[in-house]
């Protein structure tokens, strides 16, 4: 601000009167002459090394070129406080506390606090400093000086004298240095010698950290990742060393195989030697996987664990093919066992029919040829109703084998159901009810009508079995499915894979007793039942007749609960 400005006019904003301030502190520290045209003609003031009151204002400004000369560089001016007062409409003072901070390293000025009063008047060529009065610490100013300077020369060579002294007493000790030196460097050179022996051993073992498949990881006494190779990382799904270093072990097992985990600790720590063991780890995702850890402490020469080697190894594939390889085995098994039973049923079937045959045929000649005795009569004609019903076991064993001769023709298999249902309304016991869903059209099946309806009968006979003497609901649905939709599990016969196209689900559902996982293997074989008043072929027919129409059965079953038998029939083309 121009200090000869007059547009404010006299003092009526105090805001000016700090602007001058401000420029004053600003020049003052930028060493700028033009400050020097601040000053009144009227001038008095003093200067903070002093000890005299200058009344002439030529006198001031030499004093501050001389300040200027002393000190060339910019100095800093650190304000911590100020105050701008009106005396008069033409007078006004500001007073200032601030820090110099001289162009020097550490000097005294920087820990003082200095004080400035300067008094402006309004004159005729605008706002002029008439007085100024800086206060700095007197005792170290000296005369000549505008800041003490001196005292630090003085300081300095004291500082040199000192370091005279010193330096005499650092040569004496520096002929011991000099001899401990040779004795130092031998034991560098000895020292260089392990640490390079180290550097190869550790670039050796990191070799075979980056190199190994598996998660090799070392933790201190307490468990605590140190370091890890590679591998661990990958594994586990981390992408920084922070989010795994510094861990616990464990913290990467879940939460409910740690206890066991540190249960194998325990044990090793006391020297017990433990083969690998598998646990569930947690990737960084969350997901769950199968490991295989095997861990070994390493001990200091008192034989104390001062840490442990951890080696984790990802066996999900491993157990998947385990997994698999089960899968197939229990598939062959089936698959022998129905062989087998296939054969035996068929061999027995066809024998027992040729005896049954032999049988009826005697029953009906000694029926025909002989007079009519009600007493004899009533005893040809239950073993003749025994006989048919050995027959009938005879072909049920016959189309579990799929050996029916049956004739397969076109059909809607809702219509084929509702045709039943009146049926099965009035053989089904009071206590179960039964609902179905069948929309009209249903799918087209190509299959003969009375195995289907052997078909419907003998599953919902099996699911009011399963509901036993308590009340029950079936539910009958037949629906048009893709055979992505044909579930993996619980399907049958063993083996069997959808084709391409559409298939029509009739699905028979209970909330009965439901099916215990180790029945799901004996389901459909002869005779079998798990049920009290079961005979043990339906659900065997049932299973022979689908394998006849190329169709599929899956079973879903909670116990407790009830259970869902689907039976997949292929849709005639054109009709899905």
């Not at 045209?37 to 200067?47: I, K, L």
């Not at 000097?107 to 008439?130: D, M, Q, Y």
């Not at 505008?146 to 005279?164: D, G, I, M, S, T």
């Not at 079953?557 to 039976?567: C, D, E, I, M």
Request: with cysteine; proline share 4%; glycine share 6%.
């Amino acid at each position: 601000m121009n200090p000869e400005d007059t547009s404010s006019g006299p003092v009526s904003d105090l805001t000016t009167i700090r602007q001058l301030l401000d420029d004053y502190l600003r020049m003052y520290a930028t060493r700028d002459d033009r400050l020097t045209s601040y000053f009144s003609e009227d001038f008095s003031g003093f200067t903070g090394g002093g000890d005299f009151l200058v009344k002439d204002r030529k006198e001031w400004v030499a004093i501050t070129r001389q300040d200027f000369a002393q000190v060339k560089d910019p100095l800093r001016i650190e304000l911590k406080d100020v105050a701008i007062q009106r005396l008069t409409e033409t007078l006004a003072v500001a007073t200032s506390f601030f820090v110099i901070h001289l162009p020097i390293k550490d000097h005294i000025l920087s820990r003082e606090t200095a004080r400035l009063v300067l008094i402006f008047r309004h004159e005729k060529g605008g706002w002029k400093i008439a007085h100024s009065s800086i206060s700095i610490p007197y005792h170290l100013v000296q005369v000549g000086e505008v800041y003490p300077l001196k005292e630090l020369v003085e300081r300095n060579q004291f500082l040199e004298q000192l370091v005279a002294e010193r330096t005499s007493q650092l040569t004496a000790a520096n002929d011991n240095l000099l001899r401990t030196n040779a004795e130092l460097a031998r034991e560098i050179a000895e020292h260089k010698q392990a640490a390079e022996a180290l550097q190869r051993s550790e670039e050796r073992y990191r070799s075979i950290l980056n190199a190994s498949p598996d998660d090799i990881t070392i933790t201190d006494a307490e468990g605590r990742i140190l370091m890890a190779s590679p591998m661990a990382f990958k594994i586990f799904g981390y992408e920084l060393k922070a989010e795994f270093l510094g861990r616990t072990v464990t913290d990467f097992i879940v939460a409910e195989d740690r206890p066991r985990a540190l249960a194998q600790v325990a044990l090793k720590r006391q020297g017990v030697v433990t083969g690998p063991t598998e646990y569930r780890g947690i990737r960084q995702d969350g997901s769950i996987f199968d490991i295989e850890v095997n861990s070994e402490f390493i001990r200091n020469a008192e034989g104390a664990p001062t840490g442990m080697v951890v080696i984790v190894r990802d066996i999900t594939e491993r157990k998947q093919a385990a997994a698999e390889r089960e899968k197939l085995e229990a598939q062959n098994r089936q698959l022998q066992k129905a062989e087998s039973l296939g054969r035996m049923a068929g061999a027995i079937a066809h024998h027992f029919n040729n005896q049954l045959h032999a049988v009826m045929m005697s029953l009906e000649l000694a029926l025909d040829g002989r007079p009519r005795d009600s007493a004899l009569d009533e005893n040809l004609d239950e073993a003749m109703r025994s006989a048919r019903k050995a027959a009938e076991v005879s072909r049920l064993m016959l189309t579990y084998l799929g050996q029916t001769g049956a004739k397969r023709e076109a059909m809607d298999l809702v219509q084929a159901c509702r045709q039943s249902l009146s049926l099965l309304r009035a053989v089904k016991p009071p206590q179960v009810v039964l609902e179905t869903d069948l929309p009209t059209p249903g799918p087209v099946i190509h299959a003969d009508p009375n195995l289907i309806q052997h078909v419907l009968t003998n599953l919902t006979t099996n699911a009011w079995e399963a509901c036993g003497i308590a009340a029950g609901v079936i539910r009958l649905t037949v629906k048009t499915v893709a055979a992505t939709e044909i579930s993996a599990s619980h399907r049958y016969p063993v083996g069997a894979q959808p084709q391409a196209g559409a298939y029509a689900c009739l699905e028979v559902a209970d909330n009965g007793c439901g099916i215990t996982e180790q029945n799901f293997d004996k389901l459909f074989d002869p005779f079998f039942s798990s049920k009290f008043p079961g005979r043990g072929l339906g659900l065997a027919v049932v299973l022979g007749i689908a394998k006849t129409n190329d169709g599929i059965i899956t079973v879903e079953s909670t116990p407790g609960q009830g259970s869902a038998f689907r039976v997949y029939l292929p849709v005639v083309p054109g009709h899905a």
